[in-house]
């Protein structure tokens, strides 16, 4: 599933089952993609896409207008919409606009909208609307790692459809992302194989607390969305740690803090740090429930 611009890895399955719905002309007007973060649930969208609509022999072919245009998310009968912020009415309203308009090329219009579960209410209600009533020929992919967060009403008027990786597809995801120089099985069990984390993790675009947890090797943090930032940088450190320590320097990801790395090893044997590794891996899924004022002293004690 390459081209030089598109690589899909996995979900053999789901690609699969639309073959076989396009074959026996049973495809649904909306499906939800659910999974985890970063596993390819917007690309198998647009994958899905091309091979519903590409005129070739053995779709999709990746190579054809319409592919390159789905693929570049600029064909006019692709609607891709995708925000990290709430996905308001007015977006809605045009899609509702578009989606009612003749067909410009592919047999199938598409709407890709990537976290479904960030819509408004307002704008939950609107696209309820079309979903009622969905115009002919057009397919709707709602795509989130939160379904707990969507609609029920909404939710009820899709096919659900799950996502997920095995252990080597996650691992030939990673090697995509690095170009394969990384420890691998260490930033799966960091990440807990979420591979938007993992994706921060290999490219060293964490969060921009990342500079001051580095700095001060202390975590007091009274949100536990933080405090699980904070336990994920803090993790990304120790295992820096390990890997100078073992004379694998470079493997380091937070290389712009080589000099903080080098000191703090220094002042602990290898299996001190592979302690405090296990620990905070002990840690970090239980932040979901433990105290947080008992979480930070527990923190700072690894850390001492």
């Not at 450190?237 to 380091?252: G, I, M, Q, S, Y």
Request: aromatic share 8%; charged share 30%; net charge positive.
């Amino acid at each position: 599933m390459k081209n030089n611009n598109f690589n899909l890895i996995g979900h053999r399955k789901v690609i699969d089952y639309f073959k076989v719905l396009r074959k026996h002309n049973r495809l649904a007007h909306a499906y939800m993609f659910t999974g985890k973060k970063g596993i390819g649930k917007r690309k198998a969208a647009k994958y899905i896409a091309m091979m519903l609509n590409c005129g070739e022999d053995n779709p999709p072919c990746l190579n054809c207008p319409d592919c390159r245009q789905i693929i570049s998310g600029a064909h006019p009968d692709l609607i891709d919409i995708s925000s990290d912020k709430f996905i308001k009415i007015d977006e809605i309203r045009m899609i509702e606009k578009r989606v009612f308009l003749k067909n410009r090329g592919l047999a199938y219009k598409v709407v890709i909208i990537d976290n479904a579960d960030m819509l408004t209410p307002e704008a939950g209600n609107a696209f309820l609307k079309t979903l009622e009533e969905p115009p002919k020929d057009t397919l709707f992919f709602l795509i989130t790692s939160k379904p707990e967060n969507m609609l029920g009403t909404i939710k009820s008027r899709a096919q659900k459809l799950w996502f997920s990786l095995s252990l080597p597809e996650a691992r030939e995801c990673l090697d995509n992302l690095s170009g394969g120089g990384i420890d691998r099985e260490l930033v799966l069990k960091i990440s807990e194989s979420d591979l938007s984390r993992a994706s921060e993790l290999v490219s060293g675009k964490l969060p921009a607390i990342r500079k001051r947890v580095i700095e001060s090797l202390s975590v007091f943090a009274k949100q536990r969305g933080k405090l699980k930032e904070s336990v994920f940088i803090l993790l990304t450190f120790l295992r820096d740690c390990l890997l100078l320590k073992t004379n694998n320097e470079a493997l380091v990801i937070n290389s712009d803090f080589r000099e903080k790395i080098y000191r703090y090893q220094k002042k602990f044997t290898l299996e001190s740090i592979e302690d405090k590794i296990t620990s905070l891996m002990v840690l970090y899924p239980a932040l979901d429930n433990i105290n947080i004022n008992l979480a930070n002293n527990f923190l700072a004690n690894i850390l001492e």
